[in-house]
């Protein structure tokens, strides 16, 4: 039961991201935003799907089920941090890479300190909500294919960002 609870709680965090995302996005193009990186956000779609389908699978696989308190615990605090990061960003966070160019960069909440925060909160979710449920292949797996993922999109998320 406690998986279900949570995977379900992961799937509806996961799809108002989408909704926030897709109503900044309205606003980022209606004040002239550029996109790039479109040629690898299908593929980071697909990994965040094939993510949560890898989790549903794997947990129902196993033979016994057990859950790490401290780990759901823990991943609860990184939404803490996530949420200073989305607050932080307001209207420019969005799921794909958008630049203004007459906007300067965000230099607030983390983004005083860290470049990409977000990007380390993706890390860290990745390998700990499998890791909740004891889930190690698709937490190995989907960390590795996440690893790749990232590489390429904060490559193509700088080139964006050191146009202005």
Do not use: C
């Not at 300190?113 to 449920?133: D, G, M, Q, S």
Request: glycine share 4%.
């Amino acid at each position: 039961m406690a998986f279900i609870l949570f995977i379900s709680f992961i799937i509806f965090l996961r799809i108002a991201e989408l909704f926030y995302s897709k109503s900044n996005e309205k606003w980022l193009l209606g004040n002239g935003a550029m996109e790039y990186g479109k040629n690898h956000y299908p593929f980071m779609v697909a990994l965040h799907v094939s993510f949560l389908i890898s989790l549903i699978v794997e947990y129902y696989l196993q033979p016994v089920h057990s859950v790490s308190l401290f780990l759901i615990i823990f991943y609860l605090l990184l939404l803490v941090f996530k949420a200073w990061v989305v607050l932080s960003l307001g209207k420019f966070w969005n799921t794909k890479i958008y630049h203004i160019a007459s906007f300067s960069l965000v230099k607030k909440g983390p983004y005083k300190f860290i470049k990409h925060p977000n990007y380390i909160i993706v890390i860290i979710e990745i390998a700990v909500i499998p890791l909740a449920f004891h889930l190690y292949y698709t937490a190995v797996i989907f960390s590795f294919l996440n690893a790749i993922m990232l590489y390429v999109r904060i490559r193509e998320e700088n080139k964006a960002l050191d146009i202005h």
